[in-house]
């Protein structure tokens, strides 16, 4: 290995449905190390849950797969490792299936097996002596689920990667790890750090933070997408990782989409509860992270201070939470509150026990009818009636009730879908255990290896929060405009939580942000949140400001029966509230909507 050049590690997957040709296009776009991939999710595990319960033999990402049976000839014989979390529930069935495509073009592999997450044995007997498993966000006891998990997985990291790695693995399958491990560990490997090299740990986290998500740090789900060339199809990431933990983040030169501080700043932001980004191998420091674009799409990031890991690590248990379904009513013309009056009152009609037959119903009037309509899509409205309810029965029948009502409600009914049977809910359920209760094992070539605990360091003090004090107020007169006309946002989730993250793009709007940015100017651009708390937070060198609004999903992403039920659209919701912005902050040419005017700041 020459360790004093960069590792370049390229990613070709960001979640369990993304881009299948995006392996090759990594493989043949140039020179790469590495080829890695984040496949799981909290939605994604509930997923493979579903899967192994109809076939034991499943319950792993076979799309991983798909993309191995076209590139792994090409990878061998370049010398490129590949790392995946692709194995999720069952990972040494999915190093099988590598074996058996390397089999049959004739070639041999090495293929790794890191698992040792499994966690279901270890919550179970820790709740028997007395332990309540509280939930990491409300603290309610697990008890409250009221039945036992289908699965328990630690979020563990990457030292067990870099030990395959130092065994000779062609092809690294793990179970559950965090998102950035992946990452993290070829670079452990390559560079031969210690379980102490905190700030080159913390520098790898933070790359693999970026590239874990696959394009959206390339320009993919960007606030100002209309700026990115290429969107059609953007190109995916590469982390060039030092051997100080530093790196750049860059694409194969002629692919789709951008590179740029902001395309990363938002990555950055993504799906964060703060300044401590805790991992089990290290506590990344983000309000030190300082970007510089350093080429046409090369954006470096350095200064990353990490922190010894934590004492405990994540745990999340999958609960079947029962099951759901949904119809929606098309209402077209006039009369549209009437008319979704009625279809609701007959339908309720129609069930034994009405609306308080289901646990749970959701009621969702999106409204796209327009007056004096030009066309048949400026007539319409959608009524979408969602329930949840343990009885598969109950939920399965509950479209065919609407069905019934099609001849003898309002005028112009019908629906977007035909009756379906419905869908199982998956419940995830964060806490917190014992990091030293769960050890990473590689299993290659019918060897099993244990892999030694991150260790932890209570005598090393955490760095100081970074923050600059609260910001003045922008002096002059203001326009009212879109928030979105100078800032951009990032949002996501985590179990039941929604994530928010806004960035400024530049150093007044940062003030101007910051001037403003409280718990309650938040509540008043987000009244969905009226009653959920808030933890917020920022990033000054990234000028971002940021917030998690606990509880916002419900349940998690799942169960939740909202429209945006990830909280993915959260980010340009707020950008679309309008602010008074300082007009020193808009354009020097001053283009806006004739309509606006400018007035004094008291």
């Known amino acids: 290995m020459n360790t004093h050049q960069p590792l370049r590690i390229a990613n070709c997957s960001g979640f369990f449905g993304d881009r299948l040709a995006a392996a090759r296009e990594m493989v ?54 590949i790392v995946s979390n692709a194995g999720g529930l069952n990972p040494h069935a999915c190093a099988e299936q590598v074996t058996r495509i390397a089999e049959q073009v004739g070639r ?12 279901t044995d270890a919550f179970t007997r820790a709740r028997e002596q007395g332990w309540d498993a509280p939930h990491l966000d409300t603290g309610q006891p697990f008890s409250e689920i009221g039945q036992n998990p289908d699965v328990v997985s630690a979020y563990l990291g990457g030292w067990g990667i870099k030990e395959a790695l130092d065994t000779g693995a062609d092809v690294v399958i793990t179970g559950r790890v965090t998102d950035a491990a992946i990452i993290l560990g070829p670079a452990a490997w390559h560079f031969g750090w210690s379980r ?27 606030s100002f997408f209309p700026e990115v060339p290429g969107m059609a199809h953007v190109g995916f990431p590469i982390a ?13 030169e002629g692919t789709g989409g951008a590179v740029t501080v902001e395309t990363v700043t938002a990555q950055l932001l993504y799906e964060i509860d703060g300044p401590r980004y805790a991992n089990p191998d290290v506590i990344t420091r983000l309000d030190t992270v300082r970007l510089d674009q350093v080429g046409d799409d090369r954006v470096r990031i350095s200064g990353v201070r990490g922190e010894p890991a934590p004492a405990t690590i994540k745990v999340g248990a999958l609960v079947s939470g029962g099951w759901r379904n949904e119809v929606t009513f098309v209402l077209t013309g006039t009369n549209i509150e009437a008319k979704a009056d009625l279809a609701q009152n007959a339908l309720w009609a129609t069930i034994p026990g009405g609306k308080q037959a289901f646990q749970h119903v959701t009621t969702r009037l999106l409204r796209a009818d327009r007056p004096d309509p030009a066309t048949m899509n400026e007539a319409v409205a959608l009524l979408t009636i969602a329930v949840t309810d343990p009885s598969r029965e109950k939920v399965g029948a509950f479209p065919r009730a ?10 112009g009914l019908y629906f977007t879908a035909p009756p379906a049977p419905g869908s199982e809910i998956s419940v995830f359920w964060p ?54 006309t100078v800032l951009g946002t990032r949002s996501g989730d985590k179990a039941g939580n929604a994530t928010l993250g806004v960035w400024a793009r530049d150093d007044d709007a940062h003030r101007w942000l910051r001037s403003w940015w409280t718990e309650d100017a938040v509540r008043a651009l987000i009244p969905e949140a009226a009653d959920c708390g808030l933890r917020m937070w920022e990033l000054p060198h990234l000028r971002a400001c940021g917030v998690t609004i606990v509880g916002l999903l419900g349940r998690g992403v799942a169960a939740n029966l909202d429209l945006d039920s990830q909280g993915k659209g959260l980010g340009e919701y707020v950008r679309a509230k309008h602010l008074d912005i300082p007009t020193v902050l808009l354009p020097a040419d001053g283009q806006m909507p004739d309509a606006l005017v400018a007035t004094e700041t008291a």
């Open 402 to 411: 609407a069905i019934e009502t099609g001849l003898a409600s309002y005028p």
């Open 108 to 119: 041999t592999v090495r293929v790794a097996v890191v698992d040792g997450d499994d966690a």
């Open 240 to 252: 060039e990782i030092a051997a100080d933990g530093s790196s750049v983040i860059t694409k194969h």
């Open 28 to 81: 043949d776009g140039g020179a790469i190390d590495v080829l890695t991939g984040d496949w799981l999710a909290e939605l994604t595990m509930g997923v493979l849950v579903k899967q192994r319960k109809r076939n034991a033999d499943t319950g792993f990402a076979r799309t991983f797969v798909q993309q191995l049976e076209d590139v792994l000839g090409t990878c061998l014989d370049r010398h490129i490792k």
């Open 196 to 222: 102490t090299d905190w700030d080159a740990l913390a520098g790898a986290v933070a790359a693999g933070h970026v590239i874990e998500c696959g394009a959206q740090a390339t320009g993919g789900n960007f």
């Open 431 to 484: 806490t917190l255990m014992p990091a030293g209760m769960f050890h990473q094992r590689v299993t290659l070539a019918g060897n099993i290896t244990d892999v030694p605990q991150a260790p932890t360091d209570p005598e090393v003090p955490p760095f100081e929060y970074i923050t600059a004090g609260p910001a003045e107020p922008l002096p002059g007169p203001t326009v009212r405009l879109p928030m979105g």
